[in-house]
């Protein structure tokens, strides 16, 4: 698993502050905490300087397509030779990961620009036969909603040789990029969402985005099967971000109760390469949904979403990397698996699902532009 870092400008709150978090080269930052001058009550904590290395590191300048390029492009060969890919967007919350994914209208973010690139290479299989699935599901407090078929939480299990299935979440069959791009922005809309502190748009739930590629060839012989995961990981919450008590506190508590079962499955994989240990997938609904994205024949890059700011509440580390002295341990994933041969069975937890619903025609489906379109901003 490749991890990259994106560092994201300065909010307008934040160009008043110092940044603490400085890009060395494409590879590694610097986090270089500012002493504080001694006061009354004694004198200033130690300054602190400390180096992180990533696959890539992404500046303030990086553009969509640069994010892209770097992340999600590779993944389109190695979908299309029937391997399960995912990238993963996580970080605090107004840090940034939906704007890398979902982008606005000015700036696509990099799920727009993997659905176009996709349809190019399909349309240039000239050979071959293709059939393109779409699933778009939210994990809102430790419950799952299909969130292009808006209905009550969908039960969820594991079945031997099916995988997790989610019974009843349905499967949709675009046969544009505008009609996929079309259902992404339907789902977009049904997302939960609420105001905090940190960001006035915050995702108050984690989200999972599947585009389902099988293609054959015409001649006969065995298809590729294989499907690509767009994770946008719900932002860590800090107590003050979310004040008050009841529904929001509550979706706070929930959200950090969730990513800790990832990181914990995570540092399990880790230390299970070369050997054997117990994965906690149950500890989620949201680790047991991405079971088989972490494991078996796939690849996957996380996107790890930051800002430079300087931090807030005597927190020493800047805005997203409260826990990133622990990050390689708790998410580098780097070879955890060999690639194996491609897959020719349909991806679990998609064939138990209810018959196709045909996608609208095109005119009845927002344009590839319009489509796009929310403008999350840098969220």
């Known amino acids: 698993m490749a991890v990259v870092l994106r560092v994201r400008p300065p909010n307008p709150r934040e160009r008043a502050a110092p940044s603490v978090l400085h890009v060395l080269n494409q590879r590694a930052v610097l986090f270089a905490s500012e002493e504080p001058g001694g006061t009354g009550n004694g004198p200033g904590r130690p300054r602190r300087n400390l180096e992180f290395e990533f696959d890539h590191v992404f500046g303030e300048r990086a553009t ?145 985005f599947q585009i389902q590629v099988k293609h054959w060839d015409l001649t006969g012989g065995d298809p590729h099967v294989a499907k690509l995961s767009f994770i946008d990981l719900a932002g860590s919450e800090r107590a003050w971000d979310t004040p008050g008590r009841g529904e929001g506190m509550w979706e706070g508590t929930s959200i950090n109760r969730s990513l800790l079962a990832f990181k914990s499955v995570v540092r399990a994989l880790a230390g299970a390469k070369g050997g054997q240990c117990h994965v906690p997938f149950r500890d989620s609904k949201l680790t047991l949904l991405l079971k088989d994205s972490l494991v078996g024949s796939f690849r996957s890059t996380g996107i790890a979403a930051v800002s430079p700011a300087a931090p807030t509440k005597e927190v020493e580390e800047p805005t997203g990397l409260q826990e990133l002295p622990g990050l390689e341990e708790s998410i580098r994933l780097e070879e955890l698996k060999d690639l194996e041969s491609p897959g020719t069975e349909e991806s679990p937890g998609l064939e138990e699902s209810p018959g196709l619903e045909e996608s609208p025609g095109l005119e009845e489906s927002p344009g590839l532009e319009e489509a796009a379109l929310p403008c999350y901003g840098w969220v």
């Open 64 to 208: 969509q397509e640069e994010v892209f390029q770097h992340t999600t492009l590779p993944l389109l060969d190695t979908l299309l030779a029937g391997y399960n890919c995912s990238v993963f967007a996580y970080g605090a919350s107004g840090v940034g990961k939906t704007h890398t994914m979902m982008g606005s209208k000015s700036t696509p973010g990099i799920v727009h620009l993997a659905t176009v690139e996709l349809y190019k290479r399909l349309e240039a299989m000239k050979d071959r036969s293709c059939e393109v699935l779409v699933s778009y599901q939210q994990v809102y407090k430790e419950r799952v909603y299909d969130l292009l078929k808006p209905q009550g939480p969908l039960n969820i299990w594991e079945q031997p040789g099916k995988g997790v299935v989610a019974q009843g979440l349905s499967l949709h069959q675009p046969k544009t990029p505008e009609q996929l791009l079309g259902l992404l922005a339907k789902g977009n809309k049904n997302r939960a969402q609420r105001s905090t502190k940190a960001n006035a748009a915050s995702s108050r739930s984690h989200a999972i």
